[in-house]
């Protein structure tokens, strides 16, 4: 005689918004706990004190209020980017190398522009090259997808690697002071091409153009008739095609636009954050971005709050590490720790897990 098992799991049909933040929630405080556990064990300290150092490590000051800020707005930014090619199910893994090249092509033009154009003229400049570049690169493998079939995954990736060689490339010509192998702080003298401070403040306009870019996509993939191609696309390209959706020109136009808010992140970074370009400028975001986007289910305004939390915990992160001793690494288990519970919740809201009645 078979017995039937004490807990039985089933798919949702839906989820109600309170229970979500409950399951999100829940997941985030042990995560918590477990980070503090951790810290517990490797240097024996009070938890209520390893809390309390998270907190500082993002809120503890005026300067690190507006850090956490800038970063957040960097990763929604590239989240909001890749929101549309998920929805598609075009897995576009190759953030990294749009940001690169985005930023790749600001800090050309700062360098050889300089005080030649206006500021403003320079700045609009380099927001509409960045976005034209992170918009090609993000073209060349949908191309090669749309005509060949080719695994979109691996070849955005391998762009990555391309685009890392690329700025490589140019650093060699651009280096300052010579033989340091680094670009340095482009325009430091003039701040031609920097994103000038606004009522005070040194981020306003990162804030203005994210804040836009997220406001226009929430519509665009919400009550849009392309947004409608989009999903319709991603759930199923035979489906499409019977309802006589060009998915070709879906997958162009859908990826053209992806690349291009990437490109645009890239921009952000250079003119209105670090005023340099490396091949660590993107600096994995790119690849975290995914987790925040697939959290939110392409919902750009849920993918702040999530982008905050992921920001808020990797500064607290790296607090605990520098405030107990520990070495830089240890930041990233922590922070691998909360994404571990975070995306674990994702189980929680497909499925509910219920006790098998007799």
Request: net charge positive; aromatic share 12%; with cysteine.
């Amino acid at each position: 005689m078979n017995k039937e098992p004490f807990l039985r799991m089933s798919k949702r049909e839906s989820i109600s918004i309170g229970k979500s933040v409950l399951i999100y929630a829940t997941a985030l405080l042990l995560a918590l706990v477990a980070c503090a556990g951790v810290i517990f064990l490797l240097v024996r300290m009070n938890p209520i004190d390893i809390y309390k150092a998270i907190f500082d490590g993002a809120l503890g000051s005026k300067r690190r209020i507006w850090i956490t800020i800038r970063d957040l707005l960097i990763l929604l930014c590239i989240a909001v980017g890749l929101a549309p090619a998920f929805k598609m199910r075009f897995w576009n893994i190759g953030a990294e190398g749009q940001i690169l090249v985005g930023g790749l092509v600001s800090s050309a033009l700062m360098i050889n522009l300089n005080t030649k154009v206006p500021n403003v003229v320079l700045i609009l400049l380099m927001l509409a090259g960045s976005a034209a570049g992170g918009m090609v690169w993000g073209l060349i493998p949908t191309a090669f997808k749309a005509k060949w079939k080719t695994n979109e995954t691996l070849f955005t990736l391998m762009l990555n690697y391309v685009a890392m060689q690329v700025v490589t490339f140019c650093i060699v010509f651009w280096e300052n002071p010579k033989g340091s192998n680094t670009v340095g702080i482009i325009n430091q003298q003039t701040r031609a091409g920097w994103l000038p401070e606004a009522f005070g403040n040194d981020y306003f306009w990162n804030i203005v153009i994210v804040a836009v870019l997220t406001v226009v996509m929430f519509i665009y993939l919400k009550y849009s008739k392309h947004g409608y191609e989009v999903a319709v696309v991603g759930e199923s390209e035979r489906t499409a095609r019977y309802a006589g959706i060009n998915v070709r020109k879906v997958l162009m136009r859908t990826m053209a636009i992806s690349g291009a808010i990437c490109g645009v992140a890239g921009f952000i970074i250079v003119s209105g954050s670090g005023h340099t370009i490396s091949t660590s400028t993107a600096g994995g975001r790119g690849f975290t971005a995914i987790i925040v986007a697939w959290l939110s289910r392409f919902n750009t305004f849920v993918m702040a709050l999530v982008a905050f939390g992921i920001v808020f915990m990797e500064k607290g992160a790296i607090q605990i590490a520098s405030q107990y001793g520990l070495n830089e690494n240890a930041s990233d288990v922590l922070l691998g720790i909360i994404l571990f519970f975070i995306i674990g919740a994702e189980f929680f809201i497909n499925y509910k897990v219920e006790r098998n009645h007799k």
